[in-house]
C-alpha cells in the first residue's frame, strides 16, 4: 500500500525488489495507491483482511515518522520508507545521515577541502539527515564548517542552479559541490557550465539518489544509491517468514556509485 506513486521514481523500484522475493514463494503482490487518505486505507486493509492476504508492506513516498492506521494492527504488517510513531511494526528506510557522510568523505579522500553543500526542502526528514551527514564528515576529518557554503535547494534543477549561482558569487574558491539530490545536481552542472567550469577538472560535482539520469549527464554523475529495490526485497522477506514480525527499526546503507564527477585537480589555493 503507497500513499503515491506517480510522483516518484522509486515506488517502482521498491515494488520490483518486494515482487521480486514475494515470486520466488509464489506470492503475488497487489499493489494500491490511496492518496494517503484515510478512509480509503481502511477499506483496503479491511477488504485485505477479509480476503486473508498474508501481509501487508505499509510505504510512503517521503521518508517521514508516521502513525499507523488502526485497520493495519489486523494484518501481519512491515513498513516501507517510513517510522512507526507507535513502536509496534518494523520498518525500513534509507541510511540518509550515513549517505551524507559516505558522500562528503568521498570528496574529503579525492582531496577537496572547500565544499558546498546545497540542501532540499528544509521541511523534509531526508535534506536534514543529509546535512547532518555532510557536517559529521567534515567534522571527522578536521575541515571547517563554513555557514557560508550551505545554501538551501528545493531538490528541482531550478534550486540547483540558483543556489550554485549564489555559491559561485560568495565562494569563487570551491573545490566541490554537494547536491542534496541528483535533480538539483543537473541544475548545478548548467550553472557551472555557463561559468566556464568543466566538471570533474576543475570542481567536483557529488549527487545523491542514482535515479537514470545521473549516468547520461557529462560528466556521468557520481552520487549515492538510494537502495530502494533492496528495502522492498527486505520487506518481503520480513513478511515471508514464518515467525512473527516485531518492532524493528532498520535504516539501510546505500553505496557510492563512482562515475568521475567527483575528481578536479587541486587548484593552488586548495593545496594550500
Known amino acids: ?59 510512503s513516498i517521503l521518508t517521514r515518522e508516521i502513525t499507523p492506521p488502526d485497520a493495519l494492527a489486523r494484518h501481519n504488517a512491515v513498513l516501507l520508507n517510513c517510522l512507526d510513531a507507535t513502536g509496534r ?21 579525492a582531496g577537496h577541502k572547500r565544499i558546498a553543500f546545497i540542501t532540499g526542502e528544509p521541511w523534509m526528514d531526508a535534506s536534514i539527515q543529509r546535512q547532518e551527514g555532510y557536517l559529521r564528515a567534515l567534522r571527522d576529518a578536521g575541515l571547517p564548517v563554513d555557514p557560508a557554503l550551505i545554501v538551501e535547494g528545493n531538490f528541482l534543477p531550478s534550486g540547483g542552479h540558483a543556489a550554485t549561482v549564489a555559491l559561485l558569487e560568495a ?4 573545490d566541490a559541490i554537494f547536491c542534496a539530490n541528483d535533480l538539483m545536481a543537473i541544475g548545478c552542472y548548467e550553472a557551472l557550465k555557463e561559468r566556464g567550469h568543466r566538471i570533474g577538472e576543475t570542481i567536483a ?6 535515479q537514470e539520469v545521473a549516468q547520461h549527464l557529462s560528466p556521468a554523475l557520481t552520487t549515492v544509491l538510494l537502495p530502494h529495490r533492496e528495502m522492498g526485497q527486505w520487506c518481503a522477506r520480513r513478511l515471508l517468514d514464518d515467525g512473527p514480525v516485531g518492532p524493528e527499526k532498520m535504516r539501510l546503507e546505500g553505496p557510492v556509485m563512482l562515475r568521475g564527477s567527483h575528481l578536479a585537480p587541486l587548484r593552488p589555493a586548495a593545496r594550500d
Open 1 to 59: 500500500m503507497f500513499d503515491e506513486i506517480a510522483t516518484s521514481p522509486f515506488a517502482s523500484i521498491s515494488i520490483e525488489g518486494l515482487q521480486e522475493e514475494a515470486w520466488k514463494e509464489g506470492v503475488i503482490v497487489e499493489v494500491v495507491m490511496t492518496g494517503g487518505h484515510p478512509g480509503h486505507e481502511t477499506a483496503v486493509l479491511n477488504k485485505w483482511a477479509a480476503d486473508g492476504v498474508h501481509g501487508v508492506a505499509y510505504a
Open 171 to 174: 565562494a569563487p574558491d570551491l
Open 205 to 210: 560535482v557529488m549527487g545523491y539518489d542514482d
Open 89 to 109: 511494526y518494523p520498518s525500513i528506510v534509507p541510511a540518509e545521515r550515513r549517505g551524507g557522510e559516505l558522500a562528503t568523505r568521498t570528496l574529503i579522500e
